[in-house]
């Protein structure tokens, strides 16, 4: 794993930046201000389409002299709509939005390639090929998508190149045409998808794991999503109170401890300038062996951000 990759590893805690998480009108304002509390990574995506206000928050915290670039690593990830050739055009026009240079790493975001939509229409354009309901997959392969992620990093438009949402299956037929290994995996991780043998394959394959939704149902709730109506809340769970109370720290930070524990690097998100900083404090301390195989057996095998949800919604399989 070369140094810029160790950064990963060495500091475990990024920022995560989602539309849907933090509002166009405030994201330059909290960029600024994680950077002021400590935070260098900050995980976005196309998808998000907070990305223009996320690079003002950088420059502005540059300009201001917090940080330098070279100091921070930008994460943004390829959507669906723009695999294939249109891989490359849209990572610089994310370039331009975010205005910068180069990304420190870029995502495959999930590996489904839907029919291709012009930014001009709409950005980002979602799941649905009309805006509305009605999915439209696109014929092309991963193995091509992958090839233009390859070429990103030849041309300087990204220094790394990374998987979100693989399953293990896609990891070993990424290994069997990649020139390029994959320097991250990104998956949902939490107590309740503990994903163990996800997680030894891709240590076996020299790939550092990222884990997003790291509390679990209380990522989706806002979003009234019908799967958390009926599931157990992790803040609340009897083990992770316990463990907190036991270690004197919120029920968060241990959720965020068990994962750097387990070698997975957090990416917790909050608007909460108090909770900013409690969330960079996830390796003051040590959970025991017990505490952290208590909280890993928790584990339902239990997905909440499933693409295949989207296939209620009206599918033709190809333009």
Not at 100 to 119: K, M
Not at 182 to 203: G, N, W
Not at 274 to 283: A, F, G, H, P, S
Request: aromatic share 10%.
């Amino acid at each position: 794993m070369d140094s810029d990759c160790k950064f990963l590893t060495e500091r475990t805690t990024w920022l995560i930046l989602r539309r849907w998480k933090v509002n166009n009108e405030t994201a330059a304002d909290q960029v600024v201000n994680a950077i002021k509390a400590g935070y260098r990574l900050f995980d976005c995506a196309q998808d998000y389409g907070n990305e223009t206000e996320c690079g003002q928050g950088v420059r502005r915290a540059i300009k201001e002299g917090l940080v330098k670039r070279e100091d921070l690593f930008i994460v943004t990830k390829v959507w669906s709509t723009f695999h294939g050739k249109h891989a490359i055009p849209s990572i610089r026009r994310s370039l331009d939005l975010w205005g910068l240079d180069y990304f420190d790493l870029v995502y495959i975001h999930f590996p489904i390639a839907l029919e291709y939509v012009d930014p001009k229409v709409r950005y980002p354009p979602g799941w649905a090929y009309d805006g509305k309901d009605e999915i439209v997959y696109a014929r092309a392969p991963l193995h091509e998508t992958w090839g233009q992620m390859e070429k990103a990093v030849e041309q300087g438009l990204t220094r790394h190149i990374g998987i979100s949402n693989y399953t293990g299956a896609l990891i070993l037929d990424l290994f069997s045409y990649a020139r390029i290994p994959p320097s991250v995996l990104q998956i949902e991780h939490h107590p309740y998808l503990t994903q163990p043998r996800l997680l030894d394959l891709a240590k076996e394959k020299g790939i550092a794991v990222t884990g997003y939704s790291s509390f679990g149902p209380q990522s989706f709730i806002e979003l009234q999503w019908e799967k958390t109506q009926n599931i157990d809340l992790l803040f609340e769970n009897p083990v992770v109170v316990e463990a907190a109370r036991a270690h004197r720290r919120t029920p968060a930070q241990v959720l965020l401890r068990w994962a750097t524990q387990r070698g997975v690097c957090v990416i917790p998100k909050s608007n909460n300038p108090k909770r900013l900083i409690e969330n960079l404090d996830v390796c003051s301390f040590d959970l025991t062996q017990k505490e952290l195989d208590d909280i890993s057996a928790l584990n339902k095998g239990f997905r909440f951000n499933d693409p295949a949800d989207e296939m209620k919604n009206p599918i033709r399989l190809f333009a």
